[in-house]
C-alpha cells in the first residue's frame, strides 16, 4: 500500500475534533490554533507531536490541514478565506465520528475520480494553502543567519518600523537588531528584536534569557522565529514588564503576504463539490 493510501486513515481521525475545536473557539481560529487544541483535548503527548515529515515540517499539524482541506470540500467549513479557518452553517450543526470522517474522504476520492481529477493528498506533502506557506517558510529557513536577519529587518520596516538597524554584535543577550514603532505624533516605542532561524520550538529559557537582556534598553521585545513557541514560552513572554512580542512561522508567514514581500499572487481554482450535488441528485430523481 502506498504512502498516500495510508494517509486517509490518519488524518480523517481529526474531522471530528476539528469541528469541535471551531465550535468551541466561536466558529473560527488561527490553524495552529486549531493543531493546538486537538493536541491538548487528545493528551497527545510532546513525542507525537513532534514528528516530522521528510520535509521537516510537523506530521501532526500536517495531518490536521488535510482534515481541515477535506472538510472544505465537504462543505463544512469556508475555504475561500486564508490563514482563518471557518465553520459553514453545515459545520456547526454537523458532529463527526471517525468512521463519518472515513464515508466523507472517501467520497472526495470518488468524486474526483469521477472527474479524471488527481486524487487529493497524493500530489503534495500538504493542502495546497499549506503547501504554499511551507515554501515560503523552506526559502527563510534556507538563509543564513545574517541574511535571515537582514530579511527580518526589511519586513519591520515594511510593517511601520523606522530606524530599524542589524546590530550583528555576538554576545549581547541574543539581540540582532534594533527598530522604533511610531505609535502616534506624540507616542513612540523602541524595540529590540531577535531572529531565529528555526524548525522547532524556542523555549521558556530563550523568551526569558532574551527579556533579561532587554530590562532597561527598550520599551518591547520581539522575537521572530520561522519555528514555533512552547507553551510555558508563551506564558514567560507574556509574564511581567517588559513584554515580548512572539511572532511564529504561521504569523512570519502572513506578515511576509501581507507586505507581499518574497511572493507574488497567484489564483487558483478548486473544484467545489458541493455545487455538483444539486445536479447529481437530480440524475437520481430522474
Same mark, same amino acid.
Not at 521537516?56 to 462543505?75: C, I, S
Given at each position: ?36 487544541w486537538?493536541?491538548?483535548? &487528545?493528551?497527545?503527548?510532546? $513525542?507525537?507531536?513532534g ?17 481541515? $482541506? ?5 462543505g ?34 470518488? $468524486? ?81 528584536? &531577535? ?25 518591547k ?26 511572532i ?21 481554482y ?5 455545487f455538483?450535488? $444539486? ?8
Amino acid at each position: 500500500m502506498t504512502e498516500a493510501r495510508k494517509k486517509p486513515s490518519e488524518f480523517v481521525k481529526w474531522m471530528g475534533p476539528l469541528l469541535d475545536c471551531l465550535r468551541a473557539l466561536g466558529g473560527s481560529a488561527k490553524p495552529r490554533e486549531v493543531s493546538a487544541w486537538i493536541a491538548e483535548s &487528545q493528551k497527545m503527548s510532546a $513525542q507525537k507531536r513532534g514528528e516530522t515529515l521528510k520535509s521537516g515540517e510537523e506530521r501532526f499539524h500536517n495531518q490536521v490541514a488535510w482534515a481541515r $482541506q477535506y472538510l472544505a470540500w465537504e462543505g463544512l467549513l469556508d475555504g475561500s478565506r486564508r490563514g482563518i479557518w471557518t465553520l459553514t452553517p453545515k459545520g456547526w450543526e454537523t458532529h463527526l465520528t471517525e468512521q463519518d470522517g472515513r464515508m466523507i474522504s472517501r467520497r472526495v476520492v470518488t $468524486q474526483t475520480a469521477d472527474t479524471g481529477a488527481t486524487t487529493p493528498i497524493e500530489d503534495a506533502a500538504a493542502p495546497p494553502e499549506e503547501a504554499a506557506d511551507a515554501a515560503l517558510l523552506s526559502a527563510l529557513r534556507k538563509l543564513s543567519p545574517s541574511g535571515f536577519e537582514r530579511v527580518c529587518q526589511r519586513l519591520l520596516r515594511e510593517s511601520g518600523f523606522e530606524n530599524v538597524t542589524v546590530t550583528g554584535r555576538s554576545h549581547d543577550g541574543g539581540i540582532d537588531g534594533i527598530g522604533v514603532l511610531q505609535v502616534n505624533a506624540l507616542v513612540s516605542l523602541k524595540v529590540l528584536f &531577535q531572529c531565529k532561524r528555526y524548525k522547532h520550538s524556542v523555549s521558556r529559557e530563550q523568551v526569558g534569557d532574551f527579556r533579561s537582556a532587554i530590562i532597561g534598553r527598550a520599551d518591547k521585545g520581539i522575537i521572530l522565529t520561522t519555528g514555533t513557541f512552547r507553551v510555558d514560552a508563551v506564558s514567560e513572554a507574556n509574564r511581567t514588564i517588559p513584554l515580548v512580542e512572539l511572532i511564529d512561522g504561521e504569523r512570519l508567514v502572513t506578515m511576509f503576504q501581507n507586505a507581499k514581500l518574497g511572493v507574488k499572487p497567484r489564483v487558483v481554482y478548486e473544484v467545489d463539490q458541493s455545487f455538483f450535488d $444539486q445536479f447529481r441528485a437530480t440524475e437520481r430523481e430522474g
